[in-house]
Nanobody
Framework: VQLVESGGGLMQPGGSLRLSCAASGLPLSSSTVGWFRQAQGKEREFVAAIRWGDNNVRYSTSVRGRFSITRDKAKNTVYLQMNGLKPEDTAVYYC????????????????????WGQGTQVTVSS
């Protein structure tokens, strides 16, 4: 199983980026996929997740209303559309996936995901 993130980069505050998480060896359409991020010197934190089966989505309070997680079954890819970027969104963003059946309340727990990508850097700065 391999997850590969892409789409990170440098963006001005207020701008938008779309991150991609492409998978090989794992059908993301039947997986719960989460996005997490880790800023320098800080703990890894939950950003968003889309659950396998019902496609329910969950967002952290810090990104709700600005970020959107979607999946493209044909491309076996999950996206994180990030709008209204703020300097505090600066971090390495990781996608993670599991085929376990998670309850909604556990989507934000990184310990529930066994497959991880290598991360992509997002820097928001003027």
């Amino acid at each position: 199983v391999q997850l590969v993130e892409s789409g990170g980069g440098l963006m001005q505050p207020g701008g938008s980026l779309r991150l991609s998480c492409a998978a090989s060896g794992l059908p993301l359409s039947s997986s719960t996929v989460g996005w997490f991020r880790q800023a320098q010197g800080k703990e890894r934190e939950f950003v968003a997740a889309i659950r396998w089966g019902d496609n329910n989505v969950r967002y952290s309070t810090s990104v709700r209303g600005r970020f959107s997680i979607t999946r493209d079954k044909a491309k076996n890819t999950v996206y994180l559309q990030m709008n209204g970027l703020k300097p505090e969104d600066t971090a390495v963003y990781y996608c993670a996936a599991t085929q376990r059946n998670l309850i909604f309340g556990s989507l934000g727990d990184s310990m529930n995901y066994e497959n991880w990508g290598q991360g992509t850097q997002v820097t928001v700065s003027s």
